[in-house]
């Protein structure tokens, strides 16, 4: 995962439900009587998303007795499955007023659950060795100057700027235009498409520009540097086809459905009560990198920070 609202990657994208569990069962998320039930949680697909949704399963599931099936979906997507029941709980939401205004505001299906904890930071970057050896580079004012170093057979006579995947709702292509900059963006596929080509351009000493954001654990393997680009203002980014100016802080949040909000579930109040740091979400999304399951590496915290899931739980 932008941007005056984002969705990040769709490669990944995998319709369907993985089923984690086979806990006891209260009837589902709209049942009543504040059992664990089952709740179908969107996982959106970035490493950050996935790690809120290991440690929320898992307290879930191990401390409410509740059936945790989670969907692979789009952003735009999981806000759809709050008017048939196929969602439940979307656990980390960037920004998105379009579709707050029509599911929340207008056909009342969904409800705000929250802040997250979590910090959103979306801008311009590029690897370590680049900033160093080339400070010029990190303001954006210099960008034209340079384009010729950040060629690719993908971007012909222009520069190349790396976005993650066609699904990101970015505002890139709109501020290469707006900025005059002799760029292309070019789209890497996938979060872990972009997270190699970044790797790859240190490691290798290439030059290289993208889209990336934080939280992300992959910053503390290679730190990459953000770029400067104008100044955000309340608004300047109102119209998506004229945005001349960096990407906001998106304080993030959840959104859950109005049924699963009313229905009395515990698992409810879990995610409702849910909070935590960068600094949490980069450790778990660093234990799933490494090749843990969800269960395993919301264990994992989860063993280790007791008295944070035992709050969200009212404990």
Sequence with gaps: MRRGTLARLGALLAVGALALGACSSNGGAGSSGGGGGTVNIAI????????????????????????????NLKEEISWQGFANGDVDAILENW?????????????????????????????????????????????????????????????????QF????????????????????????????????????????????????????????????VPLVRVKLPPYTDGCDADPKKVACDYPEYILDKIVSKKFADSG?????????????????????GYINSGMSHDEAGKKWADANEAKWKAWIGQ
């Design 44 to 71: 959106n697909p970035w490493v950050g998303y996935e790690a809120d949704a290991a440690v929320v399963g898992y307290v879930a599931k191990s401390q409410l007795g509740a059936t945790v099936t989670e969907k």
């Design 95 to 159: 920004g998105h007023a379009d579709l707050a205004k029509k599911y929340i505001d207008e056909d009342k299906v969904a409800v705000n659950a929250g802040l997250t904890g979590n910090k959103g930071i979306i801008g311009w970057y590029v690897p370590p060795w680049l900033a160093k050896e080339h400070p010029e580079v990190l303001d954006w004012n210099n960008l034209n100057s340079l384009a010729d170093k950040f060629k690719t057979s993908e971007s012909g006579d222009k520069g």
């Design 265 to 285: 579930s515990k698992v409810y109040t879990l995610i409702k009560n849910f909070n935590w740091t960068n600094d949490d979400q980069n450790v778990v999304a």
């Design 162 to 221: 790396l976005d993650g995947d066609p699904s990101f709702v970015t505002n890139d292509e709109a501020l290469v235009t707006n900025l005059n900059l002799n760029f292309k963006v070019v789209y890497a596929g996938s979060e872990a498409a972009l997270i190699e080509a970044f790797r790859t351009a240190e490691t290798q000493k290439k030059w290289l520009i993208g889209y990336f954001y934080e939280p992300q654990w992959f910053l503390s393997e």
